[in-house]
């Protein structure tokens, strides 16, 4: 019995209990649900071995929904505790699990394959590609990002989640503090599903830069794209060092190194330092395609062109750049000197500059424009407002010598939020009712979709605003509960008032898809915004293969000069295109690394051995192995284009 | 067999011989701090430099932009990543 | 699969010009993995908790010996690339044989090494220090180790199915990881032992 007592939590509590009733009854309805319809060929065939941008797009927009509303349930539960003073509904230790996991989740597993998602829907399509450069890559990255998803995600039900924080500051994660395996999740899962990230970057960039359609030069990038080529060279330069500081707290933890420790030698401000090199990289690789949507969606409903594309591009790079120089701001109090500050400080500051090109560029896109008010415009014009306001207190955060003030409140709390929703969660909600009509063939209700945007508004302003008085008046975060004499009680009740309202906002998204799935037309063009760009060229549903024939370019509007100044997009006759075969060994490799970081989780040797060993024999099949992909013929290539035609 | 052993890769590893040598020469001879790292620093990124364009044909293809940019980012991230965390954990920490 | 004739083997169709490619942009990220591991080590470095520090358990020999040997195993490998440009499938597998063996000879001075550093009371868990320097080398060391294997893979498909541009191009981005990897070595060979010892 002594081996199963490492599994079991450590802080257990009747809803803990009931997530795992929950999560077992719904393991069990889906493996039932399968075999009843006769559905795990499908599923096998058509999506756990498929190389398809697309379908491994989709995939990702699943896996993101679903981490949407786990870590929205913990925003939640949150929020309740807060709302009012000496409240008893979730003790201490719960309280610093549910804001660890709240944070891993949304930022690496919601935020993140939510990007991915895009860009594996969108950035081949708009250069005119048949798929990305690597695709059997993809679905690694993929599988990797999804396993990693779910090893973090049943921390809670076995052996305990992580506390520590989703930056998990050393020496409270060390052994020591943290006694339970949680913190061990946090560095294994995180590790794999980095892995994956890593190998996404690598894959757009050569994607982006040597598969464009012909005559597509690097200036004529439609903007998406071009934010998709910045976001993944960051993410090529910022996700080794999360390796590296993963491994080193997973080292320190597993096999009694001193990277970190207190004794020894260690260092627990170089965790935070590391930390943070690639923590600040990563929120501009959340924010720049967003960036990215927002501009196709202003240029789409202004009826024009994006108003300046070069300044556009060159503050892309500029922050590209920046976003290296600025890591200490996340620890100005930390105790190193003036001079050090003061350079985090201009530099932090100077991203601002960039930043405020793009804002007055899409603001002047607006200006004489045609504006239609669609669900993803009133998305992007709530964005603009909220975004700076966000985008101000960060410049005030910037100041080194005010953080002191500022630190670890909740001003710091309602700054990244406020930055991070209408920025970043906006924007996957507006590209998401964007796209979704070139995904599925029908689009979702408007009528719900604009109150979905003012639900989610109001309840965003209740619940962030309050925050930066309490925070001003020094409330900290991350702390479970507060005395009434604080006088905070009634800013965290109306807190807590707006986040049960965006709640209310993301299940009107769920009835949204519910209610378009039954009622919405399916008689739709493929082209249903009047949009400018290569994506909206090809037919709905999207075959295999992209575009029958290689569409030629000349601007950074194709489509839009082939429906208004007579460019001709497609020439030439069809050829047989050549395509990727499906694979099985994405999924298994992702499962043996599922199954490594489980046994390194627990110190189970004997099995972490096997599994690299399994790793590694993957690795030697694929290198022996002859795939040279398949063609589809011309014949195949008539008939469906005469039935996507027809249809 | 003498086209096996171009004169150009030849050269380059006399020369990457060369530079270990002077190289090792901080070992060997006594030397302040500050000439030391100097004599460091010059071999290490002549080296690198070496290895780059004479073996690796980073130059030979049409993507030499892009792939010397990619090295040159990497670098210049890769020494702010340095002496950035030298300078707030070490240098100036109080 | 459509061959260009004018081109090199290796760039011969448009997977192996991506995949090439593709490799370069990885070794940027591999860059700023050994960039992150070297911030570590030198903000880390006399922080020696009563432990051994650099001066007392680094030794000229062996570094020697290690260096020459990655520099010269660089070398073949580049000439095994040359020979395969000239078609010449015997000569360059035998630089590959000969590359293989230096790596080889490189890891066990490595070993040997370790094995030492460990005997001077100089383990993973001495200090600071030594974690942070063994973490430093063993990175290194693992990538050669990984290397080795991978070379030996290609080296017997090379063998089997002669040179073809899957094949060459496997050998291609192979010379490219392993010239890499002696570029990271003199980072080492400088900053971590000729520093050290200075």
Redesign the interface.
Known sequence: MEFFERFAIPNPSFAIYASMVAAGITMIAIVAGLTYFKKWGYLWREWLTTVDHKRIGIMYLISALLMLFRGGVDAIMMRAQLAVPDNTLLDAQHYNEIFTTHGVVMILFMAMPFIMFFMNLVVPLQIGARDV??PRLNALSFWLFFMGAMLFNISFMVGGSPDAGWTSYFPLADNEFSKSVGTNYYMIAIQIAGIGT?MT???F??TI???RAPGMKLMQMPMFTWSSLIAN?II??????L???L??GT?DRL?????F?I?????S??WA??FW?WGHPEVYILILPAFGIYSEIFSTFSRRNLYGYKSMVWSMVLIS?LS??V??HHFFTM???A??NS??SITTMAIAVPTGVKIFNWLLTLWKGKIEFTTPMLYAIMFIPLFTLGGVTGVMLAMSAADYQYHNTMFLVAHFHNVIIPGVVYAMLAGLTYYWPKMFGFMLNEKIGKWTVWTLSIGFVLAFMPMYITGLDGQARRLYTYSESTGFGPLNMVSFVGAAIMAVGFVLIVYNIYYSVRYASRDISADPWDARTLEWATHTPIPEYNFAITPEVKSSEAFWDSKKNGHVLFKGNYEKI?MPNNSGMPFVMSIIFFIWGFSLIFSLWIPAIVATLGI?ACL?LR??E?D?GHYISVKEIEDTESELRGA | MSELFPFKQVMGFVFSMVLTAVALGVYFFDMSFAVGMTVLLVTAFLQAGLQLVVFMHAGETE?KG?IYTNVY??L??AL??VF??L???VW??? | ?DINHSLPLEYSTE?N???I??FW??L???I??FA??F??YF??YN???G?PDGAEIFQITPVFLETILLLTSSFTIGLGIHAMRLGRVKAMMGFFIVTLLLGLGFLSVEVFEFITYVHEGAG?????????LL?TLGTHGAHVTLGF??GL??LI?VKKRGLTP?TAN?SFIFSLYWHFLDVVWIFIFSFIYLKGMM
Request: net charge neutral.
């Open positions: 450069a690597f890593l970057g690598i894959n960039i050569t830069l040597k598969m060279v090529v330069f910022a996700f080794p060092v390796t590296v500081a491994a080193m080292m096999f009694g190194t001193n990277f420790t004794d020894n030698g260690g260092m401000m170089l330092n590391i090199v750049l290296f120089l890591w200490a105790g190193q000197g001079f050090t350079i985090f050549h590694f030697t290198s022996f002859k040279h | 993507d892009a980012y990497g210049i991230i702010v990543t950035g965390t300078l707030a954990m100036d920490m109080g | 699969m997977e010009r991506l995949k490619f593709g942009i990885f940027g990220a591999e700023m993995l992150t591991l911030a570590a903000t880390l922080r020696t908790a432990g993973i868990q001495t200090s600071a220090f030594t974690s942070s973490a294997f991978w893979f290609i498909q899957a496997k």
